[in-house]
C-alpha cells in the first residue's frame, strides 16, 4: 500500500497515475477489475475515467455514465456513494440483484462480477468520484478488509487529484501573470513568497516608441474605439519586439519602452533589435489599410534606440509592483525618439548602436551631425533610417 501510495503522489501525469494506481490495485491487492468515475465539472454526472481489467468488455465500461441530478434512496447505487460519502460492500451480487433496475441489472450480469466495493474519493471541497473494483471468482469474494483497503487508495487518489487542480490553477494563474511580467520574475516573486525583488544592474538596449498625433487622433474616435484601436497596434507590433528577444516593460498610453539584455542579462544582438524596429515600421502598411477599412485613424510611430547600463527590476510596494529599467539610457533613447519629427523619419539610434550594424542594414541609414540632443551635450551624430526598402510615413 505504502508503495501505491508514493507512486499516486509522485507521478504528474494525472491519466497515467490513475492508470497506474488502478493496475496496481488490481494486481497487488487481487481485485480482478478495478475503474475509477469522476465527476463531470459541472456535477451533474460521474464519468469512467479510467479502466482496469484483462477479460471484460472495456468499451462498455467506458461509455458508462451515472446521473449525479438523480436521487436514489437505496445505498447500493453509485451515485448513493457519491452523495453519501459511504462505502459500500457486497459480498455476493446475487443476493442484491433485486435491488437494481434493468440496466444495472444487464451490466453487473455482464460483468459477471460476483462481489464488489464501492467507496467514495474524497476532495478538499468534496466528493471527486467513485472507485469501484470487484471480483469474478465466486470462491474468492470480497472480504470487508477489502473494502477498507479500497478507501485507502481512494483518499491517496483525492489528495493526487487535488494537488494536480492546485499546480493547473498555479499554471493558469502563472500564464496570466506572464502577461505583465516576465516569467523568471513569476518564478522569482512564487519563490520569495511575493517578496519584491532587488534590481540588477547591466548593459541594456532601449527602445522608446511613440505613435505620432496621438492625442488628436484620439479625439476622433470614442474611448471604446480609442481602446480597441491601441490594442490592434500592439497585437501587430509586440510580437515583432518579442520575436527579437526583446520585452516591452511599459506601455505609455501613446506607445511604449521596450528593452533588450535586462531581464536575462546576455549579449544583445543589434542586428536582431534593428531588424525587429523595421519590421515594426514595414508592417504598418497592412496595418493602416485594415485600419481604414474599418474607419479608424492611421498610425505613424517614431522610435529611438540606445545603449547603456541601467538597473532592472521590480519596483513598488509590497502590495503591487512591476518590472522596469532605470537609467540614462533609458531617458536617452527617449530624447532620441524626439528627433524623429524634425528629422522627418520614423527611427533614429545612437551612433555606438549603429557602428554595431550589419552592411545591409546600415545601408538604410544615414549618419547626421551636429543635432542637439536634450540634456545630453556630448552627442556628435545620430543615425537616421532612410528611405530605402521601408515607406516612410512622418506626421
Not at 481485485?31 to 460521474?46: H, I, Q, V
Not at 457519491?82 to 443476493?95: A, K, L, R
Not at 502577461?179 to 516573486?189: A, N
Not at 541601467?310 to 528627433?339: D, H, K, M, P, Y
Request: aromatic share 8%; with cysteine.
Amino acid at each position: 500500500l505504502e508503495e501505491t501510495s508514493e507512486s499516486i503522489q509522485t507521478l504528474n501525469d494525472v491519466q497515467t497515475m490513475l492508470d497506474k494506481t488502478l493496475k496496481d490495485t488490481c494486481t497487488r491487492f487481487k481485485f480482478d477489475r478495478a475503474f475509477l468515475m469522476l465527476a463531470s465539472p459541472d456535477g451533474k454526472e460521474l464519468r469512467t475515467s479510467s479502466v482496469f481489467c484483462e477479460d471484460s468488455d472495456l468499451d462498455m465500461i467506458w461509455k458508462f455514465t451515472v446521473d449525479l441530478t438523480v436521487t436514489r434512496e437505496k445505498g447500493f447505487f453509485v451515485s448513493s456513494i457519491f452523495h453519501s460519502g459511504q462505502p459500500v460492500f457486497i459480498e455476493n451480487v446475487e443476493d442484491h440483484l433485486f435491488h437494481f433496475n434493468d440496466v444495472s441489472k444487464k451490466i453487473i450480469q455482464r460483468l459477471r462480477s460476483k462481489s464488489y466495493a464501492m467507496v467514495p474519493v474524497p476532495g478538499a471541497n468534496g466528493r471527486l468520484g467513485v472507485l469501484i473494483a470487484d471480483r469474478i471468482d465466486a470462491k474468492q469474494t470480497l472480504v470487508r478488509t477489502d473494502m477498507v483497503l479500497l478507501e485507502r487508495i481512494a483518499r491517496q487518489l483525492g489528495l493526487a487529484l487535488d494537488k494536480q487542480t492546485q499546480l493547473d490553477h498555479e499554471r493558469s494563474m502563472r500564464k496570466a501573470f506572464q502577461k505583465y511580467v516576465p516569467r523568471h520574475i513569476v518564478d522569482e516573486i512564487a519563490a520569495e513568497r511575493g517578496g519584491v525583488r532587488g534590481g540588477t544592474t547591466g548593459e541594456i538596449v532601449s527602445l522608446i516608441l511613440d505613435i505620432r498625433s496621438f492625442t488628436e487622433k484620439s479625439k476622433s474616435i470614442s474611448p471604446a474605439d480609442l481602446l480597441n484601436w491601441l490594442n490592434r497596434f500592439y497585437e501587430n507590433t509586440v510580437p515583432f519586439i518579442e520575436a527579437s528577444g526583446g520585452y516591452v516593460e511599459r506601455y505609455l498610453g501613446d506607445g511604449f519602452l521596450a528593452t533588450w539584455g535586462s531581464i536575462d542579462r546576455i549579449e544583445v544582438n543589434i542586428d536582431k533589435v534593428m531588424t525587429s524596429a523595421l519590421d515594426v515600421i514595414e508592417s504598418l502598411d497592412a496595418f493602416n489599410q485594415d485600419m481604414r477599412s474599418v474607419q479608424l485613424p492611421e498610425i505613424q510611430v517614431g522610435m529611438g534606440i540606445a545603449r547603456g547600463q541601467a538597473v532592472s527590476g521590480n519596483v513598488g510596494s509590497q502590495n503591487r509592483i512591476e518590472f522596469t529599467s532605470l537609467g540614462t539610457v533609458v531617458n536617452f533613447s527617449a530624447r532620441l525618439e524626439e528627433l524623429c519629427k524634425p528629422l522627418e523619419t520614423s527611427l533614429v539610434v545612437s551612433m555606438d548602436i549603429y557602428n554595431e550594424l550589419s552592411d545591409y542594414i546600415k545601408d538604410q541609414m544615414t549618419v547626421v551631425s551636429n543635432v542637439g540632443v536634450d540634456s545630453f551635450a556630448d552627442v556628435p551624430a545620430v543615425a537616421v533610417l532612410q528611405l530605402v526598402n521601408h515607406q516612410e510615413r512622418v506626421a
